[in-house]
């Protein structure tokens, strides 16, 4: 969503900063996988059932 928010508002020369917020993210989830599979039981097994969490057939 906050990818397509500045074309959607035909702000174009604002779409490379929200294209740097995306590194933020991955960074932000990659960190919450982390702690997922350190403090929720039964996560480390999700994770094995379950091979694409976030994006289908991507992550």
């Known amino acids: ?13 604002t779409l490379p900063a929200f294209v740097l917020l ?9 960190n919450e996988e982390k702690v997922l599979r350190q403090e929720l039981p039964g996560y480390p097994e999700y994770c094995l059932r379950t091979r694409f969490r976030l994006v289908p057939l991507l992550w």
């Open 1 to 13: 969503m906050w990818l397509f928010t500045p074309l959607a508002l035909g702000s174009y020369l």
């Open 22 to 30: 995306i590194p933020l993210i991955v960074l932000r989830l990659l």
